[in-house]
């Protein structure tokens, strides 16, 4: 099977802008190669890199600190980034974004077929195969008791697991039981739900 879930080492290693790039591959070409869409690509990524804020903390491996000591204040920025990369992704294209603002407990009502969600966890987030720390991931899909998640870190941890979610066509490669994604595990504020409108 090739792969088909962007992971961390196809453009550098930022979990909040691989969460991005994978919830954007997922709304527009699922089923691509990853390393094909990377390609293809890679003139958004280095947009996205231009307005990233705080780069040589991504870059050096400290990750989306913002610099920034307040949690609530550090996650409305990173919400703003989401919304701002999203907008330069899409830039020229035929949809344009919408993000908003989800809380946890409507994540169940999600459509999954018309969207994605980007959120990040917390080191007591347990995935299908153990905890990732904090991290940022998309949900792309839904079955009867979890979420189905792209996460940019899996293969390195887990190995290649990637599986196509038959409703959607979408591609994920972890799963979190939706029991398991609550206010202890997830950081408030941080659900973005990601749609693409026609302009």
């Given amino acids: 099977m090739v792969q088909k879930v962007?992971?961390?080492?196809?453009?550098d290693g930022?979990?909040?802008?691989?969460?991005?790039f994978n919830g954007y591959k997922s709304l527009t070409k699922p089923s691509q190669n990853s390393s094909v869409f990377a390609y293809e690509n890679m003139a958004k990524w280095e947009r996205v890199v231009n307005i990233t804020p705080s780069l040589h903390h991504f870059a050096s491996g400290v990750g989306s600190d913002f610099g920034v000591r307040r949690i609530a204040t550090d996650i409305?920025?990173?919400r703003s980034f989401v919304?701002?990369?999203?907008?330069?992704?899409?830039e020229g294209s035929r949809r344009y974004p919408v993000v908003e603002v989800e809380d946890i407990f409507?994540?169940?009502?999600?459509?999954?077929?018309?969207?994605v969600v980007i959120?990040?966890?917390?080191?007591?987030?347990e995935f299908e195969h153990g905890n990732i720390g904090d991290h940022w991931v998309v949900l792309v899909g839904r079955d009867e008791d979890s979420y189905l998640v792209a996460c940019s870190y899996t293969l390195h941890q887990h190995g290649f697991q990637e599986r196509v979610d038959e409703a959607s066509g979408r591609y994920y490669n972890t799963k979190i039981s939706a029991s398991k994604?609550?206010?202890s595990t997830v950081y408030q504020n941080s659900i973005c739900k990601i749609s693409l409108e026609p302009r």
């Fill in 76 to 78: 409305k920025l990173k």
């Fill in 181 to 183: 994604v609550k206010k």
């Fill in 14 to 20: 930022f979990c909040l802008v691989y969460s991005i």
């Fill in 6 to 11: 962007l992971t961390q080492g196809h453009f």
């Fill in 83 to 90: 919304e701002a990369c999203f907008d330069v992704i899409t």
């Fill in 106 to 115: 409507n994540l169940i009502n999600i459509d999954f077929s018309a969207a």
């Fill in 119 to 125: 959120l990040c966890v917390n080191e007591n987030a």
